[in-house]
């Protein structure tokens, strides 16, 4: 770094984008909130999707990072970073509140499941076009050795304030479904997103732009860009242990939250109130984990991560209706796990790639890891059908679907872990 750096950093213009960019995340957290678990499950099944479809749509977040491939190409064109991921992440938000009126439209049950799918994977696609980029964007205001305890900070704002958020639009959508009036509830937590969408907008325009001269984003040709990310065999080992940890998330968490409010018999206000314990497990360990991958490494920070992921998905595997207080325990440790592999498998790309690739070399990670995400989860739904086809039974023994895919998922998560430990943990780190 030279000589200005520190002061820079300490600008008036860096202060408030930093802020301002801790913000946006909480705002696009909240929108993110609306079309996820209970909620996505309880508008999928209104419009007669079965549990197996609604995990599979669920596991769409995952195939829907597929798209940050075009920024690879994109990024490589955009000269006004705020105009162009502005635009497109607007717009994603919109076709997010859109599927909260799909339950109101005068066409059939086929017509409007379709519908609700293609609304997701559009939304997904200019939400993901720009993630990288914002990523990018936001933390470039960011002094480079403090970057883990920014990001915990980050989403330590964004999952004090999501509690809230989950609890006031679980406990409004349940007293709307008890009054006989679920789509209500629909209707409150659309307004609800473009409220989020309108309060993000405003603080990206509060960033400092990041304008590129054409010429220079024209001088890295894309043979250069492959030839230091999938050229690079340390980036590569990273794209494994990121599509294994993929592979074994939704293997089970797209089905759960059916589960929950089916086999469970969980309210979503009571799904929310879990969430809401959960969040608050994850942000009071944020600090500590974003301190933790700043001393030791991003990939120890990742091993941590996925031992608890592991104990959550082994508990997971006992919850049955008449043990359904597990997956209090079982959610708990999954959030938890999360403040320590979200933030460090980002940041993980800057150990291994030179920073002027990072975008596309994010994009090409999480692009791989997802549609290996969605494999399993496609797998995992055939499997799903066959045992609710079966009365909840597999190879004679009565058993729940979920029990099964977190079995699953407990040992694709100690392959990850000995993965990271033999292989990714020796490897030589970057210094940007």
């Known amino acids: 770094?030279?000589?200005?750096?520190?002061?820079?950093?300490?600008?008036?213009?860096?202060?408030?984008?930093?802020?301002?960019?801790?913000?946006?995340?909480?705002?696009?957290?909240?929108?993110?909130?609306?079309?996820?678990?209970?909620?996505?499950?309880?508008?999928?099944?209104?419009?007669g999707m079965s549990d197996a479809a609604i995990g599979i749509v669920s596991s769409l977040i995952s195939l829907a990072f597929l798209f940050q491939l075009f920024s690879v190409f994109v990024v490589q064109k955009v000269t006004n970073t705020k105009v162009f991921c502005i635009v497109f992440h607007f717009v994603s938000q919109m076709f997010f509140m859109s599927l909260y009126f799909?339950?109101?439209?005068?066409?059939?049950?086929?017509?409007?499941k379709v519908l609700a799918v293609v609304g997701i994977l559009f939304a997904y696609f200019g939400n993901y076009l720009v993630t990288s980029m914002i990523y990018r964007w936001g933390n470039s205001y960011v002094h480079p050795d403090k970057r883990g305890s920014y990001s915990a900070g980050k989403e330590m704002i964004s999952l004090l304030s999501g509690m809230i958020v989950t609890l006031a639009v679980g406990w409004a959508m349940d007293t709307f479904e008890a009054n006989g009036n679920l789509h209500g509830g629909f209707i409150f937590a659309a307004v609800g997103i473009f409220i989020f969408a309108l309060c993000d907008f405003t603080c990206l325009m509060l960033i400092k732009n990041d304008i590129r001269p054409k010429e220079k984003k024209a001088s890295v040709p894309m043979r250069?860009?492959?030839?230091?990310?999938?050229?690079?065999?340390?980036?590569?080992?990273?794209?494994?242990?990121?599509?294994?940890w993929e592979i074994a998330k939704y293997v089970t968490v797209g089905f759960l939250g059916a589960y929950k409010i089916g086999d469970l018999g969980m309210a979503v206000g009571l799904v929310q109130i879990v969430n809401i314990i959960s969040h608050g497990a994850r942000f009071v360990i944020s600090k500590p984990f974003g301190r933790y991958s700043d001393k030791k490494s991003y990939i120890k920070g990742i091993e941590l991560a996925l031992i608890i992921a592991a104990v959550g998905f082994a508990i997971n595997i006992f919850t049955t209706p008449s043990t359904w207080f597990l997956i209090i325990f079982y959610s708990v440790l999954y959030n938890i796990c999360q403040a320590g592999l979200t933030a460090n498998f980002l940041n993980i790309t800057y150990?291994?790639?030179?920073?002027?690739?990072?975008?596309?070399?994010?994009?090409?990670?999480?692009s791989i890891g997802g549609v290996c995400g969605f494999c399993a989860s496609l797998i995992a739904g055939l499997l799903v059908n066959h045992i609710q086809g079966n009365g909840n039974a597999l190879l004679g023994l009565h058993v729940y679907a979920p029990q099964v895919l977190s079995a699953i998922s407990l040992v694709l998560t100690v392959v990850c872990?000995?993965?990271?430990?033999?292989?990714?943990?020796k490897q030589k780190i970057m210094k940007q």
């Open 1 to 47: 770094m030279n000589a200005t750096a520190p002061e820079l950093f300490s600008s008036k213009d860096y202060k408030r984008s930093r802020g301002a960019y801790c913000i946006e995340c909480a705002f696009e957290y909240f929108v993110a909130l609306l079309v996820a678990d209970a909620f996505l499950a309880k508008l999928l099944s209104d419009i």
């Open 102 to 112: 799909i339950p109101f439209l005068p066409i059939g049950g086929a017509v409007k």
């Open 224 to 244: 250069e860009v492959f030839a230091n990310t999938l050229g690079n065999k340390n980036y590569r080992n990273t794209i494994i242990l990121y599509s294994v």
């Open 351 to 366: 150990s291994y790639v030179d920073e002027k690739y990072f975008v596309q070399a994010s994009a090409i990670k999480n």
């Open 417 to 425: 872990f000995v993965f990271a430990k033999l292989v990714v943990e």
